[in-house]
């Protein structure tokens, strides 16, 4: 019985360095904001360096919300997020932009997403889909990949209606 309460105990303190890293302890960490994840349960593996979140999973890390059925976290040593992997229903939110797929990988170092699996990404009105869209957070740059099963297509709307005037029929007579 005392072996098992140790155990349960050693579990959730080294949950709360995985999820709160240096809080507490007085020790913050300014180079990256904070991540938070909740979801109905959570599943962590020390000696892989893994935790998988399932359920209503949502992930809020500085202006980036990631949201999801299911997120495999892999992480160092040190308990520093190093990949994200989001599926089933995924959707990530980035200021005015929103794309929505069926995967999503984020790099933490890198700052990078990669989205597959029927990925759509909206601004506004806007929309554009492809077999793969990858975006950097960091350079702002974002690529949509396509194939011969599934191209690029994009709709785009304009602030200015395009309308033909009436003048422009007389002026070429």
Known sequence: MKIS????????FLSFLFIFPGKGFGITNK?????NITSNSLRVNNKKDTAVFTGHVVVIKGGLRISSSV???VYTKKHKIKMLV???NVHIIKGKSNITGGKAVYYDKKGIVVITKN???YEGKNKIAGKKIIVDFKTGISTV??????????????NKSLTVGKSFGKKNR
């Open 86 to 88: 989001a599926t089933g």
């Open 71 to 73: 997120l495999n976290v």
């Open 5 to 12: 309460s140790y155990f349960l105990i050693l579990f959730i």
């Open 31 to 35: 180079l990256q904001p904070e991540t």
């Open 145 to 158: 990949i396509g194939s011969a099963e599934r191209r690029v297509s994009a709709v785009v709307y304009s």
């Open 119 to 121: 990925p759509v990404a």
